[in-house]
């Protein structure tokens, strides 16, 4: 196979978080992902410090004229805006003033998160107490309102950090149930009915359209078993996120295509809980394996490959975050001067 040119903001041989990271204090995140990760540091999310924190609250935040409050069976949307939303604001706020003290004068590639359309859609409760995923026009407003939250929320990265080139990274762990109709009714009996993938697409292309106008590049995550890999390169994404280990065979052709398109692979590949790491070449021997499968050259691994823990490290002690941080640097070192 041959492939196109894939270096990225980030350049070769980089690595990278997935987002979250144990604890509450933001100062203290900030200075970890930053002096860890000097390629492609990223904006922590802390979920510890409770709701508004989490990955859908953090999200929930940011859209525009659309609000949420958390009820016991999880966030709802309001007709205002309320102390949860408020509180997330806060804790957003926060975040981005600790990222702003530990990135003056960077010039690199810097990675901002928050939760995709169709997870939102998926996680995010209508006034009924059913999924907002089960009304079309729903989504359809959550999408429009995500992203206009999302235009404010890149311009303000933007006017903390002016020398950032910045990666978007949609979360959207729900994404392959969505797409088979695996997503449960607020009942519990049923499963809402699977989305169109031509639906699925448009969204997230629509999300590809807002990274673009910000000069933004676009990333989506997703550690869940069966990421659509086709669709997202169609949708026109940068990079697709996932956990290694959970790839099969089956999903080899179509990572073929995405990388021969040019689409990057953001390979989970460090465990995100805390246990022994292994030597940093024996990490990533799993990626260079898949290559030789593929037939890819070798030359193109660490244009290719951003080496990540497999999914968020909010559950890891703090020792194991910045051990398994580090840990990806020295992995992806390994791609960039021994590809073979």
């Known amino acids: 196979m041959s492939e196109k040119s894939n270096v990225r903001s980030w350049g070769a041989g980089a690595a990278t978080g997935v987002g979250s990271m144990p604890g509450g204090d933001a100062r203290e995140a900030a200075k970890t992902v930053t002096g860890s ?49 408020r509180r997330a604001r806060s804790w957003l706020g926060e975040d981005l003033d600790a990222l702003e003290e530990f990135t003056q004068g960077h010039q690199g590639a810097l990675k901002v998160s928050a939760v995709g359309p169709w997870t939102l ?29 999302l235009r404010g929320h890149l311009a303000e990265v933007r006017r903390r950090v002016p020398g950032a080139r910045i990666v978007l990274q949609l979360d959207e762990p729900s994404l392959p149930a969505v797409l088979r109709g695996q997503i449960r009714t607020a009942s519990g009996y049923r499963t809402h009915r699977a989305v169109d993938r031509a639906v699925v697409e448009g969204a ?26 086709a669709l997202l390169r169609r949708a026109g994404v940068t990079g697709v996120s996932f956990d290694f280990s959970l790839l099969t065979e089956r999903e080899d052709d179509a990572i073929g295509e995405a990388v021969e398109a040019g689409t990057t692979l953001f390979a989970g590949v460090v ?27 070798p030359g193109s691994l660490s244009e290719s490959v951003v080496v990540t823990p497999s999914c968020g490290l909010a559950g890891a002690s703090p020792a194991y975050a910045r051990a398994a941080l580090a840990h990806c640097v020295r992995a992806a070192k390994s791609l960039a001067d021994n590809p073979e």
């Open 37 to 85: 990760l000097e390629t492609l540091p990223h904006l922590p999310e802390l979920p510890a410090r409770g709701p508004g924190a989490d990955m859908i609250g953090r999200t929930a935040g940011m859209l525009v004229e659309v609000f949420a409050h958390l009820e016991p069976s999880g966030w709802r949307v309001s007709d205002r805006p309320g102390r949860d939303t």
């Open 121 to 149: 859609a998926a996680s995010l409760q209508l006034r009924g107490g059913e999924a907002a995923l089960a009304d079309p026009g729903a989504c359809r407003d959550l999408t429009a309102s995500l992203a206009e939250g």
């Open 204 to 229: 997230l292309r629509d999300m590809a359209a807002v990274a673009t106008e910000a000069g933004a590049e676009l990333v989506v995550h997703s550690c869940a078993p069966g990421v659509p890999f």
């Open 271 to 297: 465990p995100g809980v805390d246990g022994p790491l292994s030597d940093p070449a024996g990490s990533v021997m799993g990626v260079r394996t898949l290559w030789r499968r593929l037939g890819l050259a």
